[in-house]
């Protein structure tokens, strides 16, 4: 099993900024992909960023340029930056781990006008 706690959600204005935050707990080994997604109020849960070890980032269309994604062992983070009214959600902490996903009880994100 692993657990994974997030940090970093709060209420900011247009175009601020905000990190947050992702440990992983348990058994971390063999995890190889990282990463975020978001869900808006009355919106399906979409990719945000991901990061997956010998392969890369990948960044959903909406948030490339603004968004950076980062890991450091069992912890991953993600840099907002420019931060639009659109982008408010609640954010989700993911892994991969052999096929098994896992998820955080996300942190919310409110961008005000």
């Known amino acids: 099993q692993v657990q994974l706690v997030e940090s970093g959600g709060g209420v900011v204005q247009a175009g601020g900024s905000l990190r947050l935050s992702c440990e992983a707990f348990?058994?971390?080994?063999?995890?190889?992909?990282m990463g975020w997604y978001r869900q808006a109020p009355g919106k399906e849960r979409e990719l945000v960023a991901t990061?997956?070890?010998?392969?890369g980032t990948t960044y959903a269309d909406s948030v490339k340029g603004r968004f950076t994604i980062s890991r450091d062992n069992a912890k991953v983070f993600l840099q907002m930056n420019s931060l639009k009214p659109e982008d408010t959600a609640v954010y989700f902490c993911t892994v991969a781990k052999y096929g098994m996903n896992y998820w955080g009880k996300g942190t919310l994100v409110t961008v005000s006008s």
């Open positions: 990061d997956e070890r010998g392969a």
């Open positions: 348990g058994r971390i080994l063999g995890i190889n992909v």
